[in-house]
T-cell receptor
Framework: DVKVTQSSRYLVKRTGEKVFLECVQDMDHENMFWYRQDPGLGLRLIYFSYDVKMKEKGDIPEGYSVSREKKERFSLILESASTNQTSMYLC???????????FGEGSRLTVL | DQQVKQNSPSLSVQEGRISILNCDYTNSMFDYFLWYKKYPAEGPTFLISISSIKDKNEDGRFTVFLNKSAKHLSLHIVPSQPGDSAVYFCAAPHYQKVTFGTGTKLQVIP
């Protein structure tokens, strides 16, 4: 079974704090993704990575950065959290030749 | 620019009846589509897919129809069960990106 694990299910942070969201997958997938889910807006792609140390901007990269130092781990970084970054964050992974994504359980971030 | 749209944010259906969830897309380069199901506080899970070389794909109670000329796809669930109550997303991969729709919340009433 594919397992995508997100480090924190629930986080509460203050405006201006630096936030790290970690994601680990155990299936040797080449591709990894970060999405956020907001009511009425669906899932929006923040960043994705198709290889170690490679990253590509998604549709809403502003205010975020990512790091992929190892194949199995993809981190999302909020340098200075703001209230409009309160959201559900979802990590996903896939093989490079596959179109099916496997998702983690999500990290609910609240920025006060 | 929303390339994948689900115009119905919610749908309520009686148990045993058919649920029809719709999805429209604008990019004619999309050649493969997926449906995902999401329960609250869980990540989305893959449900069913369809390639643009087909106009129908069936898996048990779930059938997806694709109308390329109309750039429209639909997911049919027959018969609907209370456990089907969830948010359903259609998605379109293109190169290494996957674009999702806004989702439809399905409620199946016992």
């Amino acid at each position: 079974d594919v397992k995508v694990t997100q480090s924190s299910r629930y986080l509460v942070k203050r405006t201006g704090e630096k936030v790290f969201l970690e994601c680990v997958q155990d299936m040797d997938h080449e591709n990894m993704f970060w999405y956020r889910q907001d009511p009425g807006l669906g899932l929006r792609l923040i960043y994705f990575s198709y290889d170690v140390k490679m990253k590509e901007k998604g549709d809403i990269p502003e205010g975020y950065s990512v790091s992929r130092e190892k194949k199995e781990r993809f981190s999302l970084i909020l340098e200075s959290a703001s209230t409009n970054q309160t959201s559900m964050y979802l990590c996903a992974s896939s093989f490079s030749q596959s179109r099916e994504l496997f998702f983690g359980e999500g990290s609910r971030l609240t920025v006060l | 620019d929303q390339q994948v749209k689900q115009n119905s944010p919610s749908l309520s259906v009686q148990e045993g009846r058919i649920s029809i969830l719709n999805c429209d897309y604008t990019n004619s380069m999309f050649d493969y589509f997926l449906w995902y199901k999401k329960y609250p506080a869980e990540g989305p899970t893959f449900l069913i897919s369809i390639s643009s070389i087909k106009d129908k794909n069936e898996d048990g109670r779930f059938t997806v129809f694709l109308n390329k000329s109309a750039k429209h796809l639909s997911l049919h669930i027959v018969p609907s069960q209370p456990g089907d109550s969830a948010v359903y997303f259609c998605a379109a991969p293109h190169y290494q990106k996957v674009t999702f729709g806004t989702g439809t919340k399905l409620q199946v009433i016992p």
